[in-house]
């Protein structure tokens, strides 16, 4: 999950803003958390898992 569209209850700004110490707060949580997809778009993960797939059948077709 990003930041970026996330609002703060405690300002009611945009949590990527960090204007006060809850967003600044939560903005570095998140940013400690980010694994090895999170800076995928859902676009670029459907594209991905599309081209698996493909690959997945034009090796199966070798195969056979």
């Known amino acids: 999950m990003t930041c ?4 703060c ?3 009611a700004s945009p949590v990527s803003e960090g204007r006060c ?3 600044r707060a939560s903005r570095e949580r998140l940013q400690q958390q ?3 997809f999170a800076g995928l778009t859902p676009a670029a993960l ?3 898992l599309v081209a ?3 690959l997945a059948v ?3 077709s070798f195969a056979a």
């Not at 970026?4 to 609002?7: G, I, T």
């Open 9 to 11: 209850a405690n300002c």
């Open 21 to 23: 110490p809850v967003c």
């Open 58 to 60: 034009v090796a199966r």
């Open 52 to 54: 698996l797939v493909a």
């Open 46 to 48: 459907v594209a991905l």
């Open 34 to 36: 980010e694994g090895l």
């Open 4 to 7: 970026d569209r996330l609002v």
